[in-house]
RNA sequence: CGGGGUGUAGCGUAGCCCGGUAUCGCGCCACGUUUGGGACGUGGAGGCCGUCAGUUCGAAUCUGGCCACCCCGACCA
């Protein structure tokens, strides 16, 4: 296989695809717009997965799993969020198959097997979960009800990427039923912060955290948050979305529970998901032009171990201390690999666990067994040093809290320099073209201004970030008065 | 879905205009020598040329449909 990858300054989209191939994370399959993960790409979502869901858990969730399909009047109950989801839904009408009387070894849809009511493959669950939710609650007793399901979707997209739009992909969804408006808004801003803590302490991705305005919302919801990265070539990703979804659900599925006074009163929802999405942000954040570069939280391997040696002898010699290295670093909890395959040499090897993003490497050779030295190199800055075999966990056990930092501390750096204020629409449209990356201004309030930004620059507003300072001035577009600067920027 | 491009061995490609069963490199397999940044030698295997149909004695090559991917729009987590 070539492992020459395209380099990031010639061409970022090819780049980034020829990094999610050559790296082994995923692939085109043969479905239009589907993509198959593989074991490596899988094990770093596993790890993700794993993160979050002891988050969810700790914040008093529980896992469930509802349907695959939705009815089709089920699915139409929320007006908006139907309208929002129709134009990308896969639908099943027949549920059989019969072999084809006039093309021998072929199959067609029997006609005769057509379904009464059509089936939705879901979008996102809430109407499923909505309908089932009315059988769950009577009683205030009954909330809240605090449940996630870890899901594929389908969304019927008409171009897709690899990790960041697939045709179906994987995600967890967090559908929760509240007595309270309050209590539901606290629980949508909790989740919203623990999606926050997820990618930055564990993706070593900086994150805005915001609202969206009413174009970008959700639909269904009264009111989306979400949280808002930004890849190396100063586009925007949406990394996650908490929605407070009021009493729509409920409403459209007559979902009522009774007050401690008696009184019948309609229940208030929330619903919160991060997708296999994740995975393009964290590889756009911190991949060069040499491959993968994971945060060592993240990584299925944090280190792996490459002897070098000559014939049989050299390596039985160099496999005693490298296994001794292997077995202190696992008694600190960190992943190790030890790499002695003879059917390939060190330099490929290095080359490999580069493009992989294996956040450290430890090399040993006979000329470190007489030292009592291993050579350890670092995957994100690509340097190497010499260090004493004594006190090696130690080390590499602070090496990779380092390297989680510093990690973040480089995004967070790049993402500030990258984050503009402008006062005048020429100005905007200037930093969009030279500078690209996000740009805080003024703006009226309007979606029609917010319309008119997006049909001429292709900016949109990411959100109206939720730590902004009150601050008045005129609208970059309209001239008109403003309270404050939201985020804008081209997306992903 | 509209415009443009591409599709030949696992990967990257030559051949296509001017029709006669496919070139080269990497990778793969065997053996030997090697092993501190993608080793070298010798021998070998691997292809219904994206797919379906048409033209033709004969199609990778010409014509049409379809599929997939890439870029630009529209749409979007």
Request: charged share 30%; net charge negative.
């Given at each position: 296989?070539?492992?020459?990858?395209?380099?990031?300054?010639?061409?970022?989209?090819?780049?980034?695809?020829?990094?999610?191939?050559?790296?082994?994370?995923?692939?085109?399959?043969?479905?239009?717009?589907?993509?198959?993960?593989?074991?490596?790409?899988?094990?770093?979502?596993?790890?993700?997965?794993?993160?979050?869901?002891?988050?969810?858990?700790?914040?008093?969730?529980?896992?469930?799993?509802?349907?695959?399909?939705?009815?089709?009047?089920?699915?139409?109950?929320?007006?908006?969020?139907?309208?929002?989801?129709?134009?990308?839904?896969?639908?099943?009408?027949?549920?059989?198959?019969?072999?084809?009387?006039?093309?021998?070894?072929?199959?067609?849809?029997?006609?005769?097997?057509?379904?009464?009511?059509?089936?939705?493959?879901?979008?996102?669950?809430?109407?499923?979960?909505?309908?089932?939710?009315?059988?769950?609650?009577?009683?205030?007793?009954?909330?809240?009800?605090?449940?996630?399901?870890?899901?594929?979707?389908?969304?019927?997209?008409?171009?897709?990427?690899?990790?960041?739009?697939?045709?179906?992909?994987?995600?967890?969804?967090?559908?929760?039923?509240?007595?309270?408006?309050?209590?539901?808004?606290?629980?949508?801003?909790?989740?919203?912060?623990?999606?926050?803590?997820?990618?930055?302490?564990?993706?070593?991705?900086?994150?805005v955290?915001g609202?969206k305005t009413?174009n970008e919302?959700?639909?269904?919801?009264?009111?989306?948050?979400?949280?808002e990265?930004l890849m190396?070539d100063g586009k925007a990703l949406q990394?996650?979305?908490?929605?407070?979804?009021?009493?729509?659900?409920?409403?459209?599925?007559?979902?009522?529970?009774?007050?401690?006074?008696?009184?019948?009163?309609?229940?208030?929802?929330?619903?919160?998901?991060?997708?296999?999405?994740?995975?393009?942000?964290?590889?756009?954040?911190?991949?060069?032009?040499?491959?993968?570069?994971?945060?060592?939280?993240?990584?299925?391997?944090?280190?792996?171990?490459?002897?070098?040696?000559?014939?049989?002898?050299?390596?039985?010699?160099?496999?005693?201390?490298?296994?001794?290295?292997?077995?202190?670093?696992?008694?600190?909890?960190?992943?190790?690999?030890?790499?002695?395959?003879?059917?390939?040499?060190?330099?490929?090897?290095?080359?490999?666990?580069?493009?992989?993003?294996?956040?450290?490497?430890?090399?040993?050779?006979?000329?470190?067994?007489?030292?009592?030295?291993?050579?350890?190199?670092?995957?994100?800055?690509?340097?190497?040093?010499?260090?004493?075999?004594?006190?090696?966990?130690?080390?590499?056990?602070?090496?990779?809290?380092?390297?989680?930092?510093?990690?973040?501390?480089?995004?967070?750096?790049?993402?500030?320099?990258l984050t503009t204020k402008v006062?005048t629409f020429d100005e905007f449209k200037k930093v969009l073209d030279e500078k690209s990356g996000f740009i805080l201004a003024h703006w009226?309030?309007?979606s029609?201004t917010e319309e008119k930004i997006k049909e001429e620059t292709k900016a949109t507003i990411r959100c109206i970030?939720?730590?902004?300072?009150?601050?008045?001035?005129?609208c970059v577009y309209?001239?008109?008065?403003?309270?404050?600067r939201v985020l804008f920027a081209r997306a992903y």
């Amino acid at each position: 296989m070539s492992k020459e990858l395209t380099k990031r300054g010639e061409d970022y989209s090819k780049w980034y695809n020829d990094l999610v191939v050559k790296a082994d994370l995923a692939d085109h399959s043969a479905v239009r717009g589907c993509m198959v993960i593989k074991p490596y790409g899988y094990s770093i979502w596993e790890n993700m997965q794993k993160a979050l869901d002891k988050m969810f858990k700790d914040t008093g969730h529980q896992n469930a799993y509802f349907p695959l399909f939705i009815p089709k009047s089920l699915f139409e109950a929320e007006e908006k969020n139907a309208e929002g989801f129709a134009k990308e839904c896969a639908i099943v009408t027949h549920y059989r198959l019969k072999t084809d009387p006039n093309n021998k070894g072929k199959l067609i849809v029997d006609p005769e097997a057509k379904l009464e009511e059509e089936l939705i493959v879901r979008p996102t669950s809430e109407a499923i979960i909505w309908n089932t939710y009315k059988g769950w609650i009577e009683s205030y007793r009954d909330l809240p009800i605090l449940v996630n399901q870890w899901a594929n979707v389908v969304r019927w997209e008409m171009r897709t990427r690899l990790f960041l739009r697939t045709a179906e992909f994987l995600w967890q969804e967090g559908h929760t039923a509240h007595a309270t408006k309050d209590e539901a808004i606290a629980e949508t801003r909790q989740m919203l912060e623990v999606y926050a803590d997820f990618v930055e302490n564990w993706m070593a991705v900086p994150v805005v955290k915001g609202v969206k305005t009413a174009n970008e919302r959700f639909a269904g919801a009264d009111d989306t948050y979400c949280i808002e990265a930004l890849m190396q070539d100063g586009k925007a990703l949406q990394a996650g979305t908490s929605h407070f979804l009021g009493q729509n659900f409920a409403k459209a599925f007559d979902v009522k529970y009774v007050t401690k006074d008696n009184k019948q009163e309609y229940v208030w929802a929330t619903s919160w998901g991060v997708s296999t999405r994740l995975m393009g942000a964290l590889i756009m954040s911190h991949s060069d032009d040499n491959g993968l570069v994971l945060p060592p939280k993240l990584a299925s391997t944090q280190v792996v171990i490459v002897p070098i040696y000559k014939g049989d002898e050299g390596l039985a010699k160099v496999s005693i201390v490298a296994n001794e290295i292997k077995k202190k670093l696992q008694a600190k909890g960190i992943s190790v690999k030890y790499d002695d395959r003879d059917s390939q040499r060190p330099g490929w090897k290095f080359a490999e666990y580069e493009l992989k993003g294996i956040p450290v490497r430890i090399a040993i050779g006979e000329r470190d067994l007489a030292n009592g030295t291993v050579e350890v190199a670092r995957r994100d800055t690509l340097t190497k040093e010499t260090v004493a075999i004594e006190g090696i966990d130690n080390l590499i056990e602070n090496l990779l809290t380092e390297i989680q930092a510093s990690l973040f501390e480089k995004a967070k750096a790049r993402t500030e320099n990258l984050t503009t204020k402008v006062e005048t629409f020429d100005e905007f449209k200037k930093v969009l073209d030279e500078k690209s990356g996000f740009i805080l201004a003024h703006w009226d309030g309007t979606s029609e201004t917010e319309e008119k930004i997006k049909e001429e620059t292709k900016a949109t507003i990411r959100c109206i970030p939720l730590n902004n300072t009150p601050e008045s001035g005129v609208c970059v577009y309209s001239g008109k008065p403003s309270t404050q600067r939201v985020l804008f920027a081209r997306a992903y």
